[in-house]
């Protein structure tokens, strides 16, 4: 397939086991820029980022979601918040958060690198903020484990697509 961001969709899959070789700081840098060039509303860019490969930080982050094993077996996270602040309106603002992370997923397949985007941890989203010394004035939307994957393989299913599209309203042809 010639379409780079088409086969980028369709090949991403979520990563969760990684092997022991690092990240590099300028992909998390590309990833997280690849995040901020994600639509959204008024162009407010609500996000904020912070990027973790301390493995005394991982550790107590792992502790807080029974999706540790994968949080410690990461080289490397990237926690996104939404800044509260800067919040006009709150469903607009979830739904550039969610771009924002898509985006930062797809950065992640073109890089080579595998990702997940890990929501189970968001039942503890105060005890992150504490962990990682971010006030409360940032919401915890997600948290990206970044690495390079042991298997690539790995599929995933989707409903069928005419089961999706509740109805096609055409011009007559
Ligand atoms: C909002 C959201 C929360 C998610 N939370 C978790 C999580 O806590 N743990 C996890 O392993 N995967 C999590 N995922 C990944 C999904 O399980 C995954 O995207 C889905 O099963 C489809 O698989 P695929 O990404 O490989 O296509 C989350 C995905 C989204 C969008």
Aim: hydrophobic share 40%; charged share 30%.
């Amino acid at each position: 397939m010639t379409k780079p961001v088409l086969k980028a969709i369709y090949k991403r899959r979520s990563v969760r086991e990684f092997n022991n070789e690092s990240v590099k700081i300028e992909d998390l840098r590309e990833i997280v820029k690849a995040g901020s060039w994600a639509p959204s509303g008024l162009n407010n860019q609500p996000w904020r980022f912070v990027l973790i490969t301390d493995t005394e930080t991982k550790s107590q982050l792992a502790d807080q979601t029974r999706y540790g094993h994968v949080i410690r077996g990461a080289p490397a996270l990237i926690a996104v918040f939404l800044a509260i602040e800067d919040i006009y309106n709150e469903v607009k603002d979830h739904q550039a958060t969610g771009a924002c992370i898509q985006n930062m997923l797809l950065a992640a397949e073109e890089l080579g690198l595998g990702a997940v985007w890990l929501g189970e941890i968001l039942n503890r989203k105060d005890q992150v903020n504490r962990i990682i010394e971010v006030g409360d004035d940032y919401d915890l939307m997600a948290i990206v484990a970044v690495g390079h994957p042991v298997d690539r393989s790995r599929g995933s299913k989707r409903k069928e697509l005419n089961s999706l599209i509740i109805k096609e309203i055409l011009e007559d042809s």
